[in-house]
């Protein structure tokens, strides 16, 4: 037997390796360093001490961050590890199904260029609920909330009519390798996507509770947190699966 | 912790939700406890229980191996000791062992009240529970997996184990998988985040660094594992191709997914081990640890290099000298920060006035014996050598040496040193001391020989053996001191269970040690720090020892104390996913029961009260 092709393994999780680099040297040049106390000023630290002795305040974390942001940063590093063994099966996988449908006799770019488009705006929409949200302005936080939650359902819509689509073609999940790694991957995908529509479903419905308030804007930034990472990831997939199918220089 | 926000709103017909358990003692105490150091004792006794299981299936395959030709346990039965053997050691023994001592020691070590995330706490000792019970319930239910621990494609694929009991090990490794993800992540937000002021990760005790390099390994190595599961779940019960060779798949992948996992999985099993011994060195040595600093590095460094070494598992599949050989490389250069490891304790000793207590003596015991695994590892870490010992006792002696004699010891290092703090009582030293050489002797009596059946070309996971081999003798022996060995460690736990009920009271500080922890009575009350300290050097507790000044502590909250609240979610959520694993494996309805009480338990648990409370501080305060 043929010994397995090593670079794709190793080139899919160092692309996964750098970006978790990426994302974690990003986070502590951003909120990790900036709050450590030995470069604290004074005038930080009194502060610091005035909140201690204000208990409507929250506690004092060392970093100063909430434990739930940095909860869900160090999650969503290890998603990345989900990903990318997803994404190393498939790229091991890529060409060797031995029977059809292939790749290119299935897709249609520009429907997956479209709903890609809309999950991207999405992110966008997701900015601007937060920052209504962190002025206190309710009404636009539940129409951008909305807005974001429809994107997302939106994509959604389109990966149901596409695997239906998919499947009407003749490519089901145990037809070939393509069909089982596919599914896998943009499945496991679509499950994180309709995790966070659900959870933005349900951010919604609770600001009719009068659960989201400006003090607990942090629960929407998480919520942000999650959906941009959920994009990004997207956009890796979109470009190993679908990009790399197109022919280069036309 | 979480914050004093605003009262949650909640319409009526949820305001049940608001009312949290609030049971200080008895069962229901214990199934909704939120506190770290009650599910540090829970994880210690599960991990207990297991202990002994994983060792009877041990001895059940030293029985069949202890003359030739033997007929007692055989093929498939003998399969599955073999694997459910390995697979309860290392998730439902040694690595909870390990989870025991982050789940009590961080918050103490670091100066904190709880874990950053109490409910989350509770939950991960559920799913480990639950992943236990998923895998050992598949010996009552048509056989345990019997296709070895790493499972290799494609004997795993439907067609050669048609029974359920790969389905079993699949489910069961996802549940504890989940379990240790969690408690990862949480042990890592507790560290960065819930350190007493001024203990910069420089200042933090040697055993919760460990502790949070093997987090981050946990968080980064699981989730392969988990996709290489649910990839095989798939491939047995949906029909998918992906270890297929027939439809072009490559069992291969399955070697390279597990091993991404199972290499940096050594480490997650011996760091945790490092960390206790660079903890009880320094103690007894009465000096502080040499080369801190190089001890703290080497570790991470260890963590890291651990994802680079899988392929070594893989020498004779056939991937090609040019990766065989740079594995080799990475193989011996992980031996750097190991050996770096190995001088500091012994320049730690070195001078020292050193008091041979029982767990220094387990404590140095390890450092010999992680010497020796290292050393065979090194030898089958050359590729060229690799050939000869690939699947040979050889290995079975060096993973043993590693595991038992670098994990385990550190294991039994950490329970008689901290069970004063665990339980307020001490476990007496002079049968602790026979205890030990009991162990220590029939250790290495049953695993040296191993080397010499490996070399001999004894194959692994074999059932018997014919006379001409010559190995007989051999085996029989190993056989009889592995009997012993087994039965010292039953008298070590029941040793345990004797110190915990007697009346041998500790004090605060018994072994007169360096680390916060021990600034505090044993048992530590349920607030742990009733003043949060202040820290400002390495060893803050011994500092203030010898400079006879108290701990600086942090302003008392005018309001008392502030606790976490108990819950139930964390159990129902366990109890849920365990239901729904059955479904699965028998693809019945229950699944969609088990999801449904899943996902009922899960909102109740984002919606349910803020319990937080208060206690009044102590009177008379710290000492």
Known sequence: ?250 | MSGHGPKLALPKFLSFLKNRPTKENGLVSWLTTVDHKRIGILYLYTSFFFLFVGGIEALFVRTQLSANDLEIFVGSTYNQLVTMHATTMIFLAIMPLAAAFFNFMIPLQIGARDVAFPRLNAFSYFMYLAGGIVLNASWFMGGASDVGWFAYAPLTSATYSPTHGVDFWILGLILTGISSTVAAINFIVTIINMRAPGMTLMKMPVFSWMAFVTAFLLAFALPVITIALIILFMDRNYGTTFFQTAAGGDPILWQHLFWVFGHPEVYIIVLPAFGIVSEIIPVFSKKPLFGYKLVVLSGAAIGFMGFTVWSHHMFTVGMGPIVNSAFSITTAAIAIPTGVKIFNWILTLWNGKIKFSVPMMYATALVFLFMVGGFSGLMHGAAASDFQQHDTYFVVAHFHYTILGGGLFGFLAGTVYWLPKFFGKMMDEERGRKIFWWIFVSFNLTFFPMHFLGTSGMPRRIYTYSSDMEWTALNGFITLASFVLGIALLVFFIDVIKAVKSKNKASADPWDARTLEWSIPSPPPVYNFADLPKVEKVDEFWESKISKKPIKTLPRDPHGIHMPGKSWMPLITSVGLMIASFGAIYESDLRYIGLGIFLLAYYGWALEGDAEYYLPYPKKGRK
């Open chain 1, 1 to 250: 037997m043929e010994a397995l092709k090593l670079q794709p393994v190793i080139t899919a999780f160092s692309v996964f390796g750098i970006f978790v680099c990426i994302v974690l040297t990003y986070y502590a040049l951003l909120n990790l360093f900036k709050s450590f106390p030995r470069v604290r000023s004074k005038k930080e630290k009194e502060a610091m001490m005035d909140k201690d002795s204000d208990p409507h305040h929250h506690v004092e974390t060392y970093t100063g961050e909430p434990n739930i942001k940095l909860f869900w940063w160090v999650f969503l590093a290890s998603d990345c590890m989900f990903f990318g063994s997803l994404i190393t099966a498939y790229l091991i996988y890529k060409g060797q199904s031995l029977v059809g449908p292939y790749p290119l006799d299935v897709f249609d770019m520009e429907l997956t260029t479209i709903s890609t488009f809309i999950l991207l705006l999405s992110s966008f929409f997701m900015v601007l609920t937060l920052s209504s949200i962190q002025k206190g302005d309710l009404g636009k936080f539940r129409f951008w909330c909305f807005s974001t939650f429809l994107c997302g359902l939106t994509f959604l819509g389109f990966q149901v009519y596409e695997f239906e689509h998919f499947i009407h073609e003749g490519l089901r999940l145990k037809t070939n390798l393509f069909g089982s790694t596919f599914y896998l991957l943009t499945g496991t995908h679509g499950v994180h996507v309709a995790i966070g529509v659900l959870w933005l479903l349900g951010m919604f419905i609770y600001s009719f509770w009068g659960g989201i308030t400006k003090e607990r804007a942090i629960e929407v930034e998480i919520a942000g947190l999650y959906w941009h990472f959920v994009d990004v990831v997207w956009i890796v997939i979109f470009s190993v699966i679908y990009l790399m199918e197109l022919p280069i220089g036309g």
